[in-house]
Structure formats: C-alpha cells, structure tokens
C-alpha cells in the first residue's frame, strides 16, 4: 500500500468510527451532559444558598475611640442589610462554585487526554474521532451549567430584586416619615458648647457599646432594624433611637453630648444681642428664667440643660416640660463686640437657624436720656441692627420667616430721667417713642427686614408688665412653642 492509499483508508475508518461509535455515544453523552449540567449547577446554586456560605460582608468597625467627626460618610459600624451586600456576594459565591466545578470537568478531560499518550497514523483513524465523545461531553455539561446558571439567575435574582425593590421603598418611605414628623414637631438638637453652639437634625447616634451611627437612617443597613457590630438592635430614625432606645445624641461638629429633649421636643434658638452694656445678658438670663417660672406655676416641669460660657458668647438652654408638651429652649447672648466682629459671628452656627431674635437697646443710652444723664449718647443701636442682619442675611437666612423682638431695657431708669415721657403702654408706644428718639430709621429698617417685630418696653427690677419674660415668651410662641402664661 502507497501513502495514498493508506490515508484514504485511513479516513474511511475515520468515517466508520464516527458513524457507528462516535455519533451513537455522542447521542447518549450530549444529553447526559445537558442534565447533569443544569441540574449539577443547580444543586450547586441551592446547596450554596441553603448554607448562606459566602463570607458576610463585615461592617467598618471604627473602634470606639475613633473620632466620628472625621470618618468617611456612609461608612457605619453596622451590618448591611442582606439584600444590600449580602445577596450579591452569594450570587457571586454560587457562580465561583459552579465555575470551579466546570474546570474540574475539563481537568478531567485533558488528563484523560494525557494519559492515553500520542497515537501514530494508524491507530489514530480510530482513537482521533473517539475524543469527540469527552469532548462532546465536557461542552454539553458546561452548556448545561450556563443554563441552569442563568435559570436560577432569573428565578433567584428576580425574587431577591422585588425585595430589594420593596425594601428600598419601605426604607424610603420610613425615611421620608421620620423627615416630615421631625420637622412636624419642630424638632432637631442645638450644641451647647460655647465653642460650638450648631444646630442639626442628624445627629450621631451613640450605641450603648460606645460605636457612633453617623447617619442613622432607614437605608441599607436595615429599614427597620439596624445592628450594630456589637450585635445590639438599633431603631433606624433618630426619634426611635432616642424615645424607645434610650441612646445618647452627640453633635455631629463638636461630638459633645446634646442636651436631653434633642430631637424630641420642639427645638427653638433664639439669639439676644445689643451693644455693650445695653443689658442683652439680663435679658437673656431673666427672660429664660421669667419663662421657666411660668411653667412651674402652671405646673410644669423645667431642667436647665446648659448655663456655658465661651470664650465671647454665652448660652442658656432649658427643658420645659408642661402637660404633654416639651420644648428644649436655647438663649445666645451675643453680645455687641461678638456682633461687630466678623471672626466672632462667622464661628456662631447657631445664627444660621435661629428661630427668633432680641435686639436689645439701652433706653437711657439714647441721645435724649443720655444727656440728661450727663453723659454722651451710647452705641447707636442702628449699627448692632445694621451688623446682625447683614449677617443672618450673609448666612442665606429669610428674615422674612423670623420675629425679631426689639427691647428698650432698662425702663426703671428710663422713669427716674424722663419721668412721664416714656413710652406708652403696649409695642405700638414704644415703637412711636423709638421713632420720635432719633431712631426711625432702625424702626423702618426692621419693618421692611423681619417677618415679624414687636417693641417692649422692659426692666430687669421684676415688674410683672415690663417683664423680659414676655419678650422670650412671644418669640417662643412664633416659634410654636404656647408656654402657660
Ligand atoms: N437699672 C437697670 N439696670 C440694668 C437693667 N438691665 C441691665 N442693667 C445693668 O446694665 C449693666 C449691663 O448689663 P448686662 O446685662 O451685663 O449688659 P450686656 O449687654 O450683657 O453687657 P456686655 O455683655 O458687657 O456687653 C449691668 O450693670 C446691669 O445691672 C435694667 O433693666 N435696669
Ligand atoms: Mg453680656
Ligand atoms: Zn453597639
Ligand atoms: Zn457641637
């Protein structure tokens, strides 16, 4: 036989083979293949789910004496909830299991392949088509394993996205509750570090452990639970965490403490300034104190939560607390020289979010008075005004939407000067006699600034009709807050 020859014979046993060996096996294999394939990779898919076997996304652990205020947003020490992390590192878990099983398949077959060794021409017409059976084999199972993959993809993956779809909505949905009620109620937490004094309603949420929620929020560490990495359930609004939690609230400037009430109770800011010496802290003192004494007459409970004093501004905070009513009340005295210098005012967050202001102005320091006192006119209240509102405005703050308050103080020795031709009763008398000392301009200025002004006449001897409680209790009732009277 000529080399010719052999081939041609060579290949018809090829043929033969193929015809009656290969293709018969191949009928039986592919098939096989198919099944065990779909159902091997689905068994695979199942056994990995059944044990939740993917490693658990853990949660950043700040330590406890990590700084909160310099961590990254977003990053909580907290799980995610399953369907957040959980779901997709199974998914992925599963398809590396199903993978490593194909390529077990496949390691199999080219081992098969080096084992038998190289076969000459031949013997090769009959072994060459042969392979096409493990072949044929090792590419139906892998199809089989895609199939089944992508069948329980769909089934797997479209029930968890309809939870995880139902899921963001419940989160969104409880979210935008907890906004509306929080800002329903007035509610939110003022800083009473003097260095601080911000005000928020997101604050940080301390666990009992000593771990700090930055952003406690229905989301994806849970829409009703969260838990914290020390296994502690945590509620996800801030009100929750606080009225059924019993958490401490920490500000999220300064992480001082906040004062009991935050985030529950009505939250008004209002600010007391004037020019030096016009009287703005015993106004501030003696109106809070006013206040508070009114609603433990009426039978109400109150607590001063803060009485600091910083480096150029003092704050009074107090809890009141009548009937089924709360409100926590925060007093800056910022006195005239914080008010004439940009430095002092810009530190001053609270400006930001006050609710009411008091410009307090020294009735015998006008030029009237003052020279039948002997002495020169003082600070012209027009310029503190001047500088205050400039600011709030500076700040992006509507004056539109604040009541301001203008005191003349010091009525007791307004009377002794001029006696009877003070103002007459009421914040239309006072508001007259401003206009007629010289200061109409201030009083058209406030007008056509502030949502709201009143005048009063007030003096710190306890005068129950001049009384700086009046001035605090009104700016409270603009702010929503009707203590007894
Ligand atoms: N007679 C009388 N004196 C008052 C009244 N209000 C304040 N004073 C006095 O005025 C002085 C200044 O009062 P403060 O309340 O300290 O005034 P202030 O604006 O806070 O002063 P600075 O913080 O120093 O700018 C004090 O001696 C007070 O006793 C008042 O209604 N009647
Ligand atoms: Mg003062
Ligand atoms: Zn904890
Ligand atoms: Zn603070």
């Known amino acids: 036989m000529n080399g010719g020859q052999e081939y041609v014979i060579g290949g018809l046993v090829a043929i033969v083979v193929t015809a009656v060996l290969v293709v018969p096996m191949l009928l039986v294999v592919v098939p096989l293949g198919l099944l065990l394939g779909t159902f091997g990779s689905l068994a695979i898919i199942v056994a990995r789910l059944a044990t939740g076997a993917a490693p658990t996304p853990r949660p950043v652990d700040d330590a406890v004496a990590a700084d909160p205020v310099e961590g990254t947003p977003g990053d909580e020490p907290a799980w995610r909830s399953y369907l ?3 779901a997709i590192g199974d998914a992925r878990d599963a398809g590396t299991h199903v993978k ?3 390529s077990r398949l496949w390691d199999g077959v080219r081992e098969l392949r080096d084992n038998a060794g190289y076969t000459e021409f031949p013997d090769s017409a009959v072994v060459a088509p042969l392979w096409l059976v493990p072949f044929g084999f090792g590419v139906a199972t892998t199809a089989g394993a895609a199939v089944g993959s992508a069948a329980s993809g769909v089934v797997v993956g479209g029930v968890t996205g309809t ?4 899921h963001r909505a419940a989160a969104g949905a409880l979210r935008l509750g907890s906004t509306l009620d929080t800002r329903r109620r007035g509610a939110g937490a003022t800083c009473v570090n003097p260095e601080c004094l911000g005000h928020t309603t997101t604050p940080i949420v301390q666990c009992r452990c000593g771990r700090f929620h930055r952003t406690l929020r229905p989301g994806a560490f849970g829409a009703f639970r969260r838990r914290c990495v020390c296994g502690a359930l945590l509620p996800t609004t801030i009100a929750g965490a606080v009225a059924r939690g019993r958490l401490a609230l920490r500000c999220p400037w300064c992480n001082d403490e906040l004062p009991p009430g935050s985030m529950i109770d ?3 800011r209002l600010v007391v300034t004037g020019a030096p010496g016009s009287g703005v802290s015993t106004l501030a003192d003696a109106g809070l104190h006013a206040v508070m004494e009114t609603v433990t007459s009426s039978g109400g409970s109150v607590s001063r939560t ?7 501004t003092r704050c009074t905070a107090a ?4 009937g089924r009513r709360a409100a926590v009340v925060t007093v800056l005295d910022a006195p005239g020289a914080v008010v004439a210098s940009d430095v002092e005012l810009a530190r001053l967050h609270l400006l930001r979010d006050v609710s009411g202001i008091v410009l307090v102005i020294d009735a015998t320091a006008l030029p009237r008075p003052a020279s039948k006192l002997g002495d020169g006119p003082g600070a012209d209240p027009e310029i503190t005004y001047r500088t205050i509102a400039g600011r709030l405005r500076d700040d992006g703050v509507d004056l539109r939407k604040l009541p301001l308050a203008i005191a003349l103080s010091k009525a007791d020795q307004l009377d002794a000067v001029l006696p ?4 007459a009763p009421g914040s239309a008398g006072v508001q007259d006699w401003l206009a007629r000392q010289g200061q109409r301009s201030l009083v058209a200025a406030a007008e056509r600034d502030f949502g709201a002004v009143r005048y009063y ?5 306890g005068e129950s009709d001049r009384s700086p409680g009046a001035v605090v209790a009104w700016l409270l009732r603009r702010a929503g807050v009707r203590v007894p009277t």
């Open 319 to 322: 809890r009141l607390v009548w």
């Open 420 to 423: 009877g031709r003070g103002p």
């Open 306 to 312: 803060a009485g600091a004093t910083g480096a150029a």
């Open 84 to 86: 957040g992390a959980q």
């Open 266 to 268: 009505r939250n008004v």
């Open 457 to 461: 006449l007030t003096s710190a001897d």
């Open 100 to 102: 490593r099983a194909a």
């Open 163 to 166: 939870m995880w779809t139902a």
